[in-house]
Nanobody
Framework: QVQLAESGGGLVQPGGSQELSCTAS????????MAWYRQAPGKERDLVAH???????NYADSVKGRFTISRDNAKNTVYLQMNSLKPEDTAVYYC??????????????WGQGIQVTVSS
């Protein structure tokens, strides 16, 4: 079983910065990709940022230039540095990992979610 422990959420003022982190533990195989999603009230869960095992990244248009995703493979940890935060960034943020098992299967795991609120 895989556990994803998220941290770093909370209340931040508009224009401020915050960093989220997510550490995977438990029965891990090869982590191919790690990602952050978010879900605002009444909306669908959307991809925020994605990073592959070789460091390739992609971002939602709404966060490009403001958010940076990174990962520490030795620590099985993914980070999301969020700068110039806006009220519309308010959401529950979810960590996601994509593992490849030795027998060729894809295993997707989700964190429990962490609240980020951008408000004055």
């Amino acid at each position: 079983q895989v556990q994803l422990a998220e941290s770093g959420g909370g209340l931040v003022q508009p224009g401020g910065s915050q960093e989220l982190s997510c550490t995977a533990s438990g029965k891990l195989f090869s982590i191919h990709a790690m990602a952050w999603y978010r879900q605002a009230p009444g909306k669908e869960r959307d991809l925020v940022a994605h990073i592959t095992s070789d460091g390739g990244t992609n971002y939602a248009d709404s966060v490009k230039g403001r958010f940076t995703i990174s990962r520490d493979n030795a620590k099985n940890t993914v980070y999301l540095q969020m700068n110039s935060l806006k009220p519309e960034d308010t959401a529950v943020y979810y960590c996601n990992i994509d593992q490849r098992t030795p027998w060729g299967s894809t295993l997707i795991s989700w964190g429990q979610g962490i609240q980020v609120t951008v408000s004055s």
